[in-house]
């Protein structure tokens, strides 16, 4: 891939910022890992013009912009208030897991990293939204948890909006 343009990559910088207060989260304090992952989003908005996660792998980037789950802010930050990538965390740099259900990754990685403001964020945390990641997280990594806990996770989840 060509060198990124430099008005790409100050977009994506701004984003970030922007997000992150909208969000009630801080841009990783770790400038390393803040700016690896916002060169990845840049890359990605200048090969795909949308920007994908860089932290995922994907058979088909095309594809995975079409579904939009994986746009940043993806559905994962905006239900649950957690980025994988560690873009959005706390101003420890940790990743928010309060609103994962135990057997998240996430969960099971960081353990409780409370939500240190929960009146900002999570603007997609309906029960339905949470239901339907939650099934597909289940199902990509082979997980076998039953449907009626992530119905009850997913009502008490969106409750603590």
Request: overall charge negative; charged content about 30%; aromatic content about 8%.
């Amino acid at each position: 891939m060509s060198e990124i343009k430099p008005e790409i990559l100050e977009k994506m910088i701004n984003f970030a910022k922007n997000f992150a207060e909208k969000s009630g989260t801080v841009p990783n304090p770790n400038e390393e890992v803040r700016m690896a992952v916002i060169q990845g989003l840049a890359a990605h908005v200048q090969e795909l013009g949308k920007p994908l996660c860089p932290c995922n792998f994907y058979p088909n980037k095309e594809e995975e912009v079409k579904k939009r789950r994986w746009i940043c802010a993806c559905d994962e930050m905006q239900i649950f208030k957690y980025c994988h990538c560690l873009l959005f965390t706390t101003q420890e740099g940790l990743p928010i897991t309060e609103y994962l259900p135990e057997w998240h990754e996430g969960r099971q990685i960081y353990g409780l990293v409370k939500d240190p403001t929960p009146d900002k964020g999570r603007a997609l945390s309906k029960v339905e939204n949470i239901i339907e990641n939650l099934k597909e997280y289940v199902k990509e990594h082979g997980l076998d948890i039953p449907e009626e806990e992530i119905v009850k996770f997913a009502q008490e989840t969106a409750k603590k909006k």
